[in-house]
C-alpha cells in the first residue's frame, strides 16, 4: 500500500513537472513573440508597410482566439471532472446507504461490528484523495494552458523563421 502511494506521489510529481515545463516553454515562446513584434513595431514607426499592419492585425486576434480556445477547454475539461465527480459521489451514496441498510438489520454483535467495519469503509472510500484532486487540477489546468502553448510556440518559430 505505501509503495503504490510512492509511485503514485511520483507520478503525480512528474505530470506536475511536465506541466511546469510547458508553461514555461509558454511564457518563453510568448517573450520572444512580444520581443520580435515590439521591434518590428518600433523599425514600422507611424508608416507600417502591409506585411506589418497584418502582423499587427493578427495580435489582436491571436489573443482572443486562444482566450476563447482556452476558456472552452478548460469549461470542457470541468464538465467531465463534474460528471465523473458526481458519478462517484452517486456511487458513494448508493453504497453506503446499502450498507447502512445492512448494518440495521444485523441480528448479532460480530454481524453488527462486521457491517459496521465495512460501512466505515465505504464511507472512507467515498471521499476524494488528495491525489483525485491533484489529477483533477492538473487535468484542467492542462487543458486551460494547451491552446496558448500552442499558439505561442508555433508564433515564436514562425518568426524566428522570418
Request: aromatic share 4%; glycine share 6%.
Amino acid at each position: 500500500m505505501r509503495r503504490s502511494r510512492g509511485l503514485a506521489g511520483a507520478r503525480a510529481f512528474s505530470s506536475w513537472l511536465a506541466l511546469a515545463k510547458t508553461y514555461a516553454e509558454t511564457i518563453t515562446a510568448a517573450g520572444q513573440v512580444v520581443a520580435h513584434r515590439t521591434q518590428r513595431m518600433a523599425a514600422a514607426g507611424s508608416d507600417p508597410n502591409a506585411r506589418d499592419r497584418q502582423e499587427f492585425a493578427l495580435m489582436g486576434q491571436e489573443k482572443l482566439d486562444a482566450a476563447a480556445h482556452s476558456a472552452y477547454a478548460a469549461g470542457s475539461q470541468l464538465m467531465r471532472i463534474n460528471q465523473r465527480s458526481m458519478t462517484q459521489a452517486w456511487l458513494a451514496m448508493l453504497t453506503a446507504s446499502t450498507d447502512m441498510m445492512s448494518l440495521s438489520g444485523s441480528r448479532t454483535a460480530s454481524q453488527f461490528a462486521a457491517r459496521q467495519a465495512k460501512l466505515a469503509r465505504t464511507l472512507r472510500g467515498a471521499a476524494p484523495t488528495i491525489a483525485d484532486l491533484s489529477a483533477a487540477s492538473l487535468s484542467l489546468t492542462r487543458a486551460a494552458l494547451k491552446p496558448v502553448h500552442s499558439r505561442a510556440t508555433r508564433n515564436a518559430a514562425r518568426l524566428r523563421r522570418g
